[in-house]
Protein backbone atom coordinates (compact mmCIF):
# COMPACT_ATOMS: atom_id res chain seq x y z
CA UNK A 1 0.00 0.00 0.00
CA UNK A 2 1.26 3.51 -0.45
CA UNK A 3 -0.84 5.50 1.49
CA UNK A 4 -4.11 5.39 3.89
CA UNK A 5 -6.03 9.06 4.36
CA UNK A 6 -9.03 10.28 5.87
CA UNK A 7 -11.35 12.45 3.68
CA UNK A 8 -15.35 12.92 4.72
CA UNK A 9 -16.56 9.59 6.03
CA UNK A 10 -14.20 7.65 3.89
CA UNK A 11 -10.68 6.08 4.50
CA UNK A 12 -9.21 5.80 1.48
CA UNK A 13 -6.17 3.36 0.68
CA UNK A 14 -3.85 4.04 -2.01
CA UNK A 15 -1.99 1.07 -4.27
CA UNK A 16 0.37 1.64 -7.37
CA UNK A 17 -1.24 -1.85 -8.50
CA UNK A 18 -3.51 -4.79 -8.37
CA UNK A 19 -5.55 -7.06 -9.45
CA UNK A 20 -8.77 -5.64 -9.14
CA UNK A 21 -9.60 -2.95 -6.32
CA UNK A 22 -13.07 -4.52 -6.32
CA UNK A 23 -11.53 -7.94 -4.75
CA UNK A 24 -9.55 -6.67 -2.33
CA UNK A 25 -12.46 -3.87 -1.00
CA UNK A 26 -14.54 -6.67 -0.60
CA UNK A 27 -12.31 -7.67 2.44
CA UNK A 28 -12.78 -4.13 3.81
CA UNK A 29 -15.19 -2.48 6.04
CA UNK A 30 -18.10 0.19 5.50
CA UNK A 31 -16.59 3.52 4.57
CA UNK A 32 -13.04 2.40 3.26
CA UNK A 33 -12.11 2.91 -0.51
CA UNK A 34 -9.84 1.03 -2.53
CA UNK A 35 -7.80 2.56 -5.56
CA UNK A 36 -5.38 1.84 -7.41
CA UNK A 37 -3.07 3.46 -10.01
CA UNK A 38 -3.39 0.47 -12.36
CA UNK A 39 -5.05 -2.96 -12.20
CA UNK A 40 -3.52 -6.41 -13.64
CA UNK A 41 -7.10 -7.71 -13.57
CA UNK A 42 -9.99 -5.06 -13.95
CA UNK A 43 -13.65 -6.49 -13.71
CA UNK A 44 -16.84 -5.33 -15.50
CA UNK A 45 -20.26 -6.32 -15.12
CA UNK A 46 -21.24 -10.17 -16.45
CA UNK A 47 -17.57 -11.89 -16.10
CA UNK A 48 -16.51 -9.62 -18.68
CA UNK A 49 -13.15 -8.25 -18.50
CA UNK A 50 -12.15 -4.26 -17.49
CA UNK A 51 -9.24 -3.33 -19.13
CA UNK A 52 -7.32 -0.33 -17.19
CA UNK A 53 -3.83 1.26 -17.47
CA UNK A 54 -1.79 4.14 -15.69
CA UNK A 55 -3.77 7.80 -15.87
CA UNK A 56 -7.27 6.13 -15.52
CA UNK A 57 -9.30 6.24 -12.09
CA UNK A 58 -9.95 2.82 -10.87
CA UNK A 59 -11.24 3.08 -7.47
CA UNK A 60 -14.07 1.12 -5.13
CA UNK A 61 -16.36 1.85 -2.52
CA UNK A 62 -17.62 -0.37 0.43
CA UNK A 63 -21.22 0.71 1.36
CA UNK A 64 -23.31 -0.41 4.25
CA UNK A 65 -26.41 -1.41 2.98
CA UNK A 66 -29.65 -2.54 4.46
CA UNK A 67 -31.46 -5.82 4.41
CA UNK A 68 -33.76 -4.58 1.28
CA UNK A 69 -32.40 -6.29 -2.05
CA UNK A 70 -33.39 -3.84 -3.89
CA UNK A 71 -30.26 -1.61 -2.88
CA UNK A 72 -28.48 -3.63 -5.62
CA UNK A 73 -30.85 -3.03 -8.26
CA UNK A 74 -30.96 0.47 -7.77
CA UNK A 75 -27.54 1.45 -6.29
CA UNK A 76 -25.72 1.04 -9.59
CA UNK A 77 -27.88 3.54 -11.19
CA UNK A 78 -27.63 6.45 -8.84
CA UNK A 79 -23.74 5.65 -9.08
CA UNK A 80 -24.56 6.24 -12.45
CA UNK A 81 -26.20 9.61 -11.96
CA UNK A 82 -23.39 10.34 -9.80
CA UNK A 83 -20.78 10.22 -12.38
CA UNK A 84 -22.91 11.82 -14.95
CA UNK A 85 -22.81 14.69 -13.21
CA UNK A 86 -19.13 14.86 -12.20
CA UNK A 87 -19.13 14.47 -15.92
CA UNK A 88 -21.31 17.35 -17.20
CA UNK A 89 -19.38 19.73 -15.22
CA UNK A 90 -16.62 19.01 -18.01
CA UNK A 91 -16.97 20.75 -21.77
CA UNK A 92 -17.89 17.20 -22.81
CA UNK A 93 -20.50 17.42 -25.75
CA UNK A 94 -22.78 14.07 -25.91
CA UNK A 95 -22.08 12.84 -22.57
CA UNK A 96 -24.94 10.34 -21.66
CA UNK A 97 -25.93 7.54 -19.55
CA UNK A 98 -26.72 3.98 -21.02
CA UNK A 99 -28.27 1.53 -19.10
CA UNK A 100 -27.66 0.65 -16.37
CA UNK A 101 -24.82 2.77 -16.07
CA UNK A 102 -22.67 3.27 -18.48
CA UNK A 103 -20.84 6.47 -19.10
CA UNK A 104 -20.30 7.21 -23.03
CA UNK A 105 -19.68 10.18 -24.90
CA UNK A 106 -21.23 9.69 -27.93
CA UNK A 107 -21.03 6.23 -28.63
CA UNK A 108 -17.59 5.55 -27.12
CA UNK A 109 -17.97 3.87 -23.15
CA UNK A 110 -15.90 6.12 -21.37
CA UNK A 111 -16.97 4.53 -17.81
CA UNK A 112 -18.43 2.27 -16.24
CA UNK A 113 -19.79 0.35 -12.36
CA UNK A 114 -19.89 -2.56 -11.18
CA UNK A 115 -21.66 -3.30 -8.24
CA UNK A 116 -21.07 -6.38 -6.27
CA UNK A 117 -22.46 -7.57 -2.41
CA UNK A 118 -19.70 -9.43 -0.50
CA UNK A 119 -21.60 -9.75 2.56
CA UNK A 120 -25.30 -8.88 3.29
CA UNK A 121 -24.60 -5.51 5.05
CA UNK A 122 -22.44 -4.34 2.66
CA UNK A 123 -21.66 -3.73 -1.33
CA UNK A 124 -18.66 -2.68 -3.26
CA UNK A 125 -19.22 0.01 -5.52
CA UNK A 126 -16.76 -0.71 -8.13
CA UNK A 127 -15.83 2.67 -10.38
CA UNK A 128 -13.80 3.00 -13.43
CA UNK A 129 -13.29 6.01 -15.84
CA UNK A 130 -10.75 6.08 -18.65
CA UNK A 131 -9.13 9.69 -18.17
CA UNK A 132 -5.25 9.38 -19.51
CA UNK A 133 -4.99 5.66 -20.14
CA UNK A 134 -5.54 4.48 -23.87
CA UNK A 135 -7.70 1.03 -23.75
CA UNK A 136 -7.15 0.09 -27.20
CA UNK A 137 -3.56 0.05 -26.59
CA UNK A 138 -3.88 -2.89 -24.11
CA UNK A 139 -7.05 -4.17 -26.71
CA UNK A 140 -7.32 -2.96 -29.95
CA UNK A 141 -11.00 -4.06 -30.09
CA UNK A 142 -11.69 -2.08 -28.09
CA UNK A 143 -11.02 1.01 -30.33
CA UNK A 144 -14.82 1.72 -31.96
CA UNK A 145 -16.27 1.02 -28.60
CA UNK A 146 -13.90 2.84 -25.71
CA UNK A 147 -12.31 6.11 -25.36
CA UNK A 148 -10.78 8.33 -22.52
CA UNK A 149 -11.43 12.21 -21.76
CA UNK A 150 -8.12 12.76 -23.10
CA UNK A 151 -10.13 11.89 -26.40
CA UNK A 152 -12.76 14.68 -25.98
CA UNK A 153 -10.50 17.36 -23.28
CA UNK A 154 -7.93 19.59 -23.42
CA UNK A 155 -7.26 19.43 -19.76
CA UNK A 156 -8.42 15.87 -18.61
CA UNK A 157 -8.73 16.16 -14.63
CA UNK A 158 -5.83 14.17 -12.57
CA UNK A 159 -7.47 10.97 -10.95
CA UNK A 160 -6.97 12.03 -7.74
CA UNK A 161 -9.00 14.99 -7.72
CA UNK A 162 -11.88 12.59 -9.70
CA UNK A 163 -11.66 10.69 -7.32
CA UNK A 164 -12.27 13.08 -4.12
CA UNK A 165 -15.65 14.63 -6.45
CA UNK A 166 -16.81 10.99 -6.31
CA UNK A 167 -16.44 10.31 -2.61
CA UNK A 168 -18.20 13.53 -2.20
CA UNK A 169 -20.98 13.05 -4.63
CA UNK A 170 -21.61 9.63 -3.33
CA UNK A 171 -21.61 10.40 0.19
CA UNK A 172 -23.84 12.82 -0.32
CA UNK A 173 -26.39 10.92 -3.00
CA UNK A 174 -26.30 7.75 -0.45
CA UNK A 175 -27.42 9.59 2.53
CA UNK A 176 -30.11 10.93 0.15
CA UNK A 177 -30.84 7.33 -1.04
CA UNK A 178 -31.17 6.34 2.79
CA UNK A 179 -33.26 8.68 3.32
CA UNK A 180 -35.99 9.19 0.51
CA UNK A 181 -35.34 6.02 -1.34
CA UNK A 182 -34.87 5.62 -5.23
CA UNK A 183 -37.64 7.48 -6.50
CA UNK A 184 -35.49 11.11 -5.29
CA UNK A 185 -33.11 9.71 -7.97
CA UNK A 186 -35.46 8.57 -10.73
CA UNK A 187 -36.72 11.32 -12.78
CA UNK A 188 -32.78 12.92 -12.98
CA UNK A 189 -31.63 9.39 -14.10
CA UNK A 190 -34.40 9.83 -16.78
CA UNK A 191 -33.10 12.41 -18.05
CA UNK A 192 -29.26 11.27 -18.53
CA UNK A 193 -30.49 8.85 -21.43
CA UNK A 194 -30.21 11.70 -24.08
CA UNK A 195 -33.43 10.85 -25.56
CA UNK A 196 -35.11 7.50 -26.40
CA UNK A 197 -33.03 4.63 -28.62
CA UNK A 198 -33.72 1.18 -30.27
CA UNK A 199 -32.32 -1.14 -28.29
CA UNK A 200 -31.84 -5.01 -28.06
CA UNK A 201 -32.01 -6.57 -24.58
CA UNK A 202 -30.63 -9.86 -23.62
CA UNK A 203 -32.95 -11.35 -21.30
CA UNK A 204 -31.95 -15.39 -20.55
CA UNK A 205 -31.92 -17.10 -23.82
CA UNK A 206 -34.11 -14.47 -25.54
CA UNK A 207 -33.78 -11.16 -27.09
CA UNK A 208 -36.13 -8.36 -26.21
CA UNK A 209 -36.13 -4.84 -28.93
CA UNK A 210 -38.01 -2.18 -28.42
CA UNK A 211 -37.37 1.87 -27.73
CA UNK A 212 -35.37 2.31 -24.99
CA UNK A 213 -37.71 5.23 -22.55
CA UNK A 214 -36.49 5.05 -19.09
CA UNK A 215 -36.52 2.92 -15.96
CA UNK A 216 -39.41 2.12 -13.63
CA UNK A 217 -39.62 3.03 -9.69
CA UNK A 218 -37.64 -0.12 -8.92
CA UNK A 219 -34.90 1.10 -11.99
CA UNK A 220 -36.30 -1.73 -14.53
CA UNK A 221 -35.72 -1.05 -18.00
CA UNK A 222 -38.87 -0.02 -19.94
CA UNK A 223 -39.43 -0.47 -23.37
CA UNK A 224 -41.70 0.69 -26.01
CA UNK A 225 -43.29 -1.04 -28.74
CA UNK A 226 -43.98 -0.45 -31.96
CA UNK A 227 -47.98 -0.46 -30.78
CA UNK A 228 -47.10 2.30 -28.44
CA UNK A 229 -47.14 0.28 -25.65
CA UNK A 230 -44.58 -0.02 -22.50
CA UNK A 231 -42.99 -3.26 -21.47
CA UNK A 232 -41.73 -3.17 -17.92
CA UNK A 233 -38.21 -5.69 -18.39
CA UNK A 234 -36.64 -7.20 -15.23
CA UNK A 235 -33.44 -5.50 -14.68
CA UNK A 236 -31.76 -8.66 -13.03
CA UNK A 237 -32.55 -10.70 -15.92
CA UNK A 238 -30.88 -8.11 -18.65
CA UNK A 239 -27.60 -9.80 -19.64
CA UNK A 240 -27.01 -7.16 -22.04
CA UNK A 241 -28.15 -4.07 -23.71
CA UNK A 242 -27.08 -3.32 -27.54
CA UNK A 243 -28.16 0.06 -28.97
CA UNK A 244 -29.37 -0.90 -32.62
CA UNK A 245 -28.53 1.67 -35.45
CA UNK A 246 -31.43 3.86 -36.65
CA UNK A 247 -31.98 4.37 -40.43
C1 LIG B 1 -18.56 -2.45 -16.46
O1 LIG B 1 -18.83 -1.47 -17.15
O2 LIG B 1 -18.68 -3.61 -16.89
C2 LIG B 1 -18.08 -2.23 -15.06
C3 LIG B 1 -16.65 -1.80 -15.04
C4 LIG B 1 -16.15 -1.53 -13.63
C5 LIG B 1 -14.66 -1.32 -13.59
C6 LIG B 1 -14.19 -0.92 -12.22
S1 LIG B 1 -12.50 -0.38 -12.23
C7 LIG B 1 -12.50 -0.38 -10.49
C8 LIG B 1 -13.26 -1.60 -10.04
N1 LIG B 1 -12.41 -2.76 -9.99
C9 LIG B 1 -12.74 -3.69 -10.89
O3 LIG B 1 -12.16 -4.78 -11.06
N2 LIG B 1 -13.82 -3.28 -11.57
C10 LIG B 1 -14.27 -1.98 -11.14
Known amino acids: MIATRE ?16 T ?9 VVRAAD ?4 RGRHDRVWVSG ?6 SLVLPVPADAGAVETLPLVTGLVLCGILQSLPLGGLRLRWPNDLLVG ?53 EQ ?16 LQEGFAAFRDRINRCWDGERSVALVVDKETVEGIFVGVDEAGNPCLRD ?4 TRIISGPLVWQLKELKSD
Do not use: H
Not at 39 to 42: F, L, P, R, V
Not at 54 to 59: P, S
Not at 112 to 122: H, K, N, S, T, Y
Not at 162 to 177: K, R
Open 226 to 229: ADGT
Open 162 to 177: LCEAVLQGMEAAYGQY
Open 24 to 32: LASTRPAWT
Open 107 to 159: DRKVAGVLLERPAPDRVVVGIGVNLKNSPAERDAGLEPVAASLKNFLKVVPEP
Open 7 to 22: FGRWTIEEFAELDSTN
Open 54 to 59: VGGLWM
Open 39 to 42: QTAG
